[in-house]
DNA sequence: GCCAACGTTGGC
DNA sequence: GCCAACGTTGGC
């Protein structure tokens, strides 16, 4: 099982919407290095840090898991989509997507300032000058120490492993 | 294949 | 709003 962190701009889509939905496909990553992370590295049952960028206070809101790989982004064959891909055909698509299922909503909110403040965190990418890949690997020690830092219920699960 | 120009990300 | 960092585009 891996780890990572994805970003979402909580305005356009945030952890408490992934609550309420249960499961979401991450449309709309137009990068190929997250693309590839997505469509290469991941697994169904990887745990996923959500961040939130772009706001007033950036950081980790809780945690998902990848519930569903290999899907085809559907944005990217639909014209009027800012996602569109005019290459892109369902039997050739370009973005490939997961699909991701809420976990839990972290009693703490962890602050990326607070973040930067971890010894323990050297290293995380996202802590990292110009770091905008908006699906980043982490490492299962950096996983777990956040997850202390927000009074994750999944504390000792992640322990585990 | 190089590289300058441009667009986007995202913290501050 | 600023600006640094980075990815992509496109001329050559």
Redesign the pocket.
Known sequence: MRHWLM?S?PDAYSLEQLRLDGVTGWEGV????ARNLMRDQMSVGDRVLF?H???AI?GVAGLARVTRTGLADPSQFQPKSPYFDPKATPDNPRWIMVEIGFVEAFKRFVP??EL?TEAALEGLM?L???????VQPAAPEHFAHICRLGQSQHHTLQEAT
């Open positions: 970003k701009e137009r990068n190929y290095t961040y960028s772009s706001t950036p990326l300032s930067r996202v990292q000058r110009g770091a905008r890949l908006s």
